[in-house]
């Protein structure tokens, strides 16, 4: 009897020690400088399990690839809003359908397709959302900041943390001394849990250390009218309730896998991480040296180098985040030619298994 008991006792210590093992910092965080390549699926229906105290398996292999988000993190620093949003950290830039970070975007457009920036806060806290500002579109060349920050990921965080988060953002438009003025209130309120850890798989690869961190938000979205300083109406446009699930390791800076779920658990989408690349580099050089012409009427011709031992693929997409075409290319078999419609695209060269170069395609009528 006694012997089952010492069993037993060691069982749950080496459980708990698995869980206090896995603990997400600072420097785990989204970092300057680098491009983190998003595999998005729309269709698979992974499990969520329960939350446990002990270690579990995920094997989400079968995720598919339906298109790329591509966030390229850089510092605030290199924009010209330092000043005007003093507590960012680091910042992204793009449609935000297609560069947003793992948040999502701003509301730079209906569909999310306008230029703009989100501006984001790396500290010992966490990951916090600072604020935005469009530049194209109803919303353009407005800085909005977040009257209360709203938290991504908190840190230092292991297994049964819990952090709660309220946030909140204002933008106001039609401003006219004769008419009635709107004014658009995002609300967001947050349980952010620690609630499994253990291994995963994804078509990426094996992350053998990973924390689960189970996102639960209440969104709304409200309109109010003031006219002279006295309000009018106020009207409730949206409100929603998500579960989303984020699968952390010590080693990616980035989440290696999202599960966005509605508010009954049933999965809407997956996002896993794909790769990443270094950002900073001359766009106009590497594109001179590998892809031409571009613009182009229509036919782009890829010239890789040839001394490489591993395949290359060549991802594009569309500026929605649909990957129309993907080439993969055999070592030795370094050229070849695409033929796109008119419009805009992004392209990503893998190496291997290491993104050796993300740039934008023009093609012309």
Same mark, same amino acid.
């Given at each position: 009897m006694k012997k089952n008991i010492l069993v037993f006792m060691s069982c749950c210590v080496l459980s708990f020690s698995m869980a206090q093992a896995i603990t997400f910092d600072?420097?785990?965080?989204?970092?300057?400088?680098y491009t983190y390549v998003v595999a998005a699926d729309t269709t698979t229906s992974v499990i969520i399990t329960a939350p446990s105290a002990s270690a579990q398996n995920w094997d989400y292999s079968s995720l598919l690839l339906h298109y790329l988000k591509v966030p390229t993190y850089d510092s605030t620093n290199n924009t010209p809003y330092?000043?005007?949003?003093a #507590?960012?950290?680091?910042?992204?830039?793009?449609?935000?359908? /297609?560069?947003?970070?793992?948040?999502?975007?701003?509301? =730079?457009?209906?569909?999310?397709?306008?230029n703009g920036y989100m501006f984001w806060r790396r500290d010992d806290t966490g990951f916090w959302i600072v604020g935005f500002r469009a530049d194209e579109g109803d919303y353009a060349n407005k800085?909005?900041?977040?009257?209360?920050?709203?938290?991504?990921?908190?840190?230092?965080?292991t297994y049964n943390d819990v952090y709660n988060n309220t946030a909140r953002w204002e933008l106001e438009f039609n401003l006219n001394a004769s008419n009635a003025d709107t004014l658009y209130v995002n609300n967001v309120e947050k349980v952010l849990?620690?609630? #499994?850890?253990?291994?995963?798989?994804?078509?990426?690869?094996? /992350?053998?250390?990973?924390?689960?961190?189970?996102?639960? =938000?209440i969104t709304s979205d409200s309109a109010y009218a003031e006219f002279m300083s006295t309000p009018v109406y106020a009207l409730e446009i949206k409100r929603d309730t998500l579960n989303n699930y984020l699968f952390l390791d010590n080693n990616t800076h980035y989440?290696?896998?999202?599960?966005?779920?509605?508010?009954?658990?049933d999965v809407v989408f997956v996002e896993y991480y794909h790769a990443y690349s270094m950002a900073g580099v001359d766009d106009k050089e590497m594109e001179m040296s590998f892809v031409y012409p571009n613009p182009s009427a229509g036919i782009?011709?890829?010239?890789?180098?040839?001394?490489q031992p591993a395949s290359y693929q060549i991802i594009i997409s569309d500026l929605s985040g649909r990957?129309?075409?993907?080439?993969?290319?055999?070592p030795g078999n370094s050229v070849c030619q695409v033929n796109l419609t008119a419009g805009m695209y992004v392209y990503t060269i893998v190496n291997g298994t290491k993104i050796t170069e993300n740039g934008k395609l023009i093609i012309t009528d």
């Open positions: 600072e420097v785990d965080l989204p970092e300057a400088g330092q000043a005007d949003f #507590a960012s950290t680091h910042y992204t830039y793009g449609p935000a359908a /297609f560069y947003s970070g793992f948040h999502g975007g701003a509301p =730079v457009g209906t569909q999310g397709m306008n800085n909005v900041l977040l009257l209360e920050q709203e938290l991504l990921i908190g840190v230092p965080v849990t620690a609630d #499994a850890f253990g291994s995963l798989i994804t078509p990426a690869g094996t /992350f053998p250390d990973v924390l689960r961190i189970h996102e639960y =938000v989440p290696v896998c999202t599960i966005h779920a509605d508010k009954n658990n782009v011709n890829f010239t890789l180098p040839s001394d990957c129309v075409q993907h080439i993969r290319l055999n």
